[in-house]
């Protein structure tokens, strides 16, 4: 069964802080790894899409990294702000091409910056 | 530019009423997508469309309906709401299918909260 587990389920840290969120996955075929935050009360928005062949992928304060080995990935947050506080969904295409229509998505971790 | 539009934000409906939440984009994109998002469950694909004239079924598509006869339009029908259908729906879209990962991104909507009573 195809799945996306994430860890930690919630966080908190303290402005300034970096942090590390972790997602896991058994999907087949796979295609592609998403990150996207989401606000509460919005839609969700893309950090970053990585392919099979990409170990690292970087925006701005955000940096994904993926085993496609291990079948693991990482989100790391530096220098984090008050507005990193959202909800971090990691997500994988289960189709060749990015086809949308196979995309397994987790249940995110929610992220707490404190001042 | 005003990406991806949901009308309405919040609708109460009751038992067997129906309604249609509006999707509206202005980026030209061929595929369109209605997920729903429950408390402690990922996303689900509810219909998708790849240009004007062609729907299909996602994951969940039991008790919707689609159309999408213009590329810039994508209504979900509920016909007879259920308590079921509770929960949080998001349309999005993106330009294009293929290897380009640009071009599966998703752009989503702000989202539509339904609650049937």
């Known amino acids: 069964k195809n799945q996306v587990e994430q860890s930690p389920q919630s966080l908190i840290i303290l402005e300034g802080k970096n942090c590390t969120l972790q997602c896991n996955y058994t999907v087949s075929p796979f295609s592609n790894l998403r990150w996207y935050k989401q606000d509460t009360g919005r839609g969700p928005v893309s950090l970053t899409i990585m392919t099979f062949s990409e170990n690292t992928k970087s925006n701005g304060r955000y940096t994904a990294t993926l085993d496609a080995d291990t079948k693991q990935s990482s989100l790391h947050i530096t220098a984090s702000q008050l507005s990193d506080s959202a909800s971090y969904i990691c997500v994988v295409s289960a189709a060749s091409g990015g086809n949308n229509r196979k995309l397994i998505w987790g249940l995110g971790t929610s992220l707490a910056v404190n001042p | 530019n005003a990406g991806v539009t949901q009308t309405p934000k919040f609708r109460i409906l009751k038992i067997g009423q129906s309604m249609t939440l509006q999707c509206t984009q202005d980026m030209n994109h061929n595929y369109m997508y209605w997920y729903r998002q429950d408390p402690g469950m990922g996303l689900k694909l509810i219909y998708y469309?790849?240009?004007?004239?062609?729907?299909d079924k996602g994951e969940v598509p039991n008790g919707y309906n689609v159309s999408r006869s213009t590329t810039e339009d994508f209504p979900l029908r509920l016909e007879l709401a259920a308590p079921s259908q509770t929960s949080v729906y998001f349309c999005a879209t993106h330009p294009a299918s293929g290897s380009t990962t640009g071009a599966n991104v998703l752009t989503f909507g702000a989202g539509s909260r339904l609650t049937v009573l």
């Open positions: 469309s790849v240009g004007a004239g062609i729907t």
